[in-house]
């Protein structure tokens, strides 16, 4: 099989795009900006959705389902919120269509047009909250912790597949507290659970940090997030958990008889992950043979090929790799046995490492008469022979060896490519080479706007790790009491 990708090095934006392509990931559709997830990259994320879903249920929350449908007097009860997603809206304003008058198509009937328009959901907050004033009375009705799996509309220009397209798929959680600690206490609690997300299951290090009032989610008081690095140096924003004050509460009157039986503002979080992950997880990982998926989100973890020259072979190879294949099963693996008969194994061999499936194990009539299989890695492609009767142990191992071998190997990358300047000069420079950097600002918004215009660069974070350590901007000289997290971003 000619995998026909282009390499990294030569372009590594085509080959992103010719890899998510390639491997069955996605197509894009007829829709200007939408795309179609195949069924393999659809099981890669009912893999994350499954797994998230499980942590959020570990962490209290329930699911829901609120309409995809808002209207559009809600976007204008909290001002910074529809500023902040106003020119991405799809907008609904008409229910029916009818024949145009010369018969040759199909026209909106202007005697159906909505008394109000409704804004296609590009996030859920305004009408959540004008829900929960329904929901909440007392504070005995408080805590809730609910999260939403649903698609959503974001007008894009520029799309690309899984990274940014005009409709994508997602979880959005929306909680209601009665005090600000236990809403600030929410909001770092979800921005780890992420965090442990990307780390134990994607394979992918992040750097965790609050993001500054610039790059704030529109309508919250503080935005934290999880940065991760991708092979071209550049940062891809993980996740977001948002601490929104009362601002929602008051927008939309939502308020609680307190226990000292006052009224106050309920107090609300949001925080979200998209299919934008499945971008993260292909450019995180990935070579130029094809994907190169974490044991744990890979929808197939080994795939058996039987190599032989005749039909009448078969069966035989079956006798041995059947048993094999349900001993793997029981060790709660998922394993293909590609007994295709259509194609030659050197290109079955070439289609799994392009999809990524983490171990290979190949059995011919000279390992039946040897009572052995040979058995390949995905992530760096070595191959060995084993004792058939080893191969359950030796596959099991390689799953935990393989995960640990993804994350360390993205983590050295990461740190290899992350440097500290002072200097406004040579900060452009580095930029060029790619990765992260930590420098001094001086904290205002001026000095971030012109930093982004001149160099393209934003602020990622302020991590929560970096210490305290006394400086000067690198653009202006201002006092800077720690480094903030610089890179270009996807």
């Not at 200007?32 to 994350?48: D, F, Q």
């Not at 290979?360 to 058995?375: F, L, Q, S, Y």
């Not at 393989?402 to 406004?424: G, P, V, W």
């Not at 602020?459 to 000289?477: H, M, N, Q, S, V």
Request: negative net charge.
């Amino acid at each position: 099989m000619s995998k026909g990708i282009i390499s990294r090095k030569e372009n590594y934006s085509q080959w992103y795009n010719e890899l998510v392509v390639k491997a069955g990931l996605a197509d894009n559709s007829a829709v200007r900006g939408c795309m179609v997830i195949k069924p393999y990259g659809y099981a890669i994320w009912e893999k994350m959705r499954d797994r998230l879903d499980q942590m959020f249920k570990e962490t209290g929350h329930e699911n829901a389902y609120f309409p995809l449908f808002i209207p559009k007097s809600f976007f204008s009860r909290e001002a910074s919120h529809v500023e902040g997603f106003a020119k991405e809206c799809a907008v609904v304003t008409h229910y029916r269509l009818k024949n145009s008058p010369d018969g040759k198509g199909i026209v909106v009937d202007d005697d159906a047009r909505l008394e109000e328009e409704l804004i296609v959901r590009p996030t859920s907050e305004t009408i959540i909250w004008n829900t929960y004033r329904d929901w909440i009375q007392s504070y005995r009705d408080l805590p809730i912790l609910i999260n939403q799996w649903a698609n959503v509309v974001r007008w894009e220009m520029r799309t690309r597949l899984f990274l940014r397209t005009a409709e994508f798929l997602w979880q959005e959680g929306h909680t209601a507290h009665a005090t600000r600690d236990e809403a600030m206490e929410e909001t770092e609690r979800m921005i780890n659970v992420y965090a442990s997300f990307a780390e134990q299951y994607m394979g992918i290090p992040v750097i965790r940090g609050i993001k500054t009032a610039n790059e704030r989610f529109a309508g919250a008081l503080e935005t934290y997030c999880i940065e991760a690095m991708m092979q071209d140096g550049k940062a891809l924003q993980a996740g977001t958990s948002h601490f929104l004050g009362q601002n929602f509460a008051r927008a939309f009157d939502v308020k609680f008889a307190t226990r000292e039986g006052t009224l106050d503002y309920v107090w609300a979080t949001s925080w979200g992950v998209s299919t934008r992950l499945m971008g993260a997880l292909i450019m995180a990982h990935s070579d130029d043979n094809g994907l190169v998926l974490p044991p744990k989100l890979a929808p197939i973890h080994v795939v058996i090929v039987p190599i032989y020259q005749k039909q009448e072979q078969l069966p035989a190879l079956e006798e041995k790799i059947l048993p094999l294949k349900r001993e793997l099963e029981a060790k709660g693996l998922t394993v293909k046995f590609d007994d295709r008969d259509t194609v030659k194994p050197g290109f079955k061999f070439a289609e799994h490492e392009l999809r990524g499936i983490p171990v290979r194990i190949a059995v011919g009539p000279r390992d039946m008469e040897n009572g052995t299989v040979e058995i390949a890695r995905r992530d760096t492609l070595e191959k060995n022979v084993y004792p058939m009767n080893e191969a359950v142990g030796v596959v099991t191992r390689l799953m935990d060896e393989i995960q640990e071998n993804i994350y360390r190997k993205a983590l050295d990358f990461r740190s290899s490519n992350t440097c500290q300047t002072d200097s406004y000069d040579e900060f452009k420079e580095l930029l060029e080479r790619g990765g992260f950097i930590m420098a001094h600002w001086d904290g205002s918004t001026e000095t971030e706007n012109r930093i982004k215009e001149e160099t393209k660069a934003t602020i990622r974070c302020i991590p929560f790790d970096a210490p305290e350590e006394e400086g000067k901007c690198i653009l202006t000289g201002k006092p800077s009491k720690r480094r903030v997290l610089f890179a270009r971003a996807y």
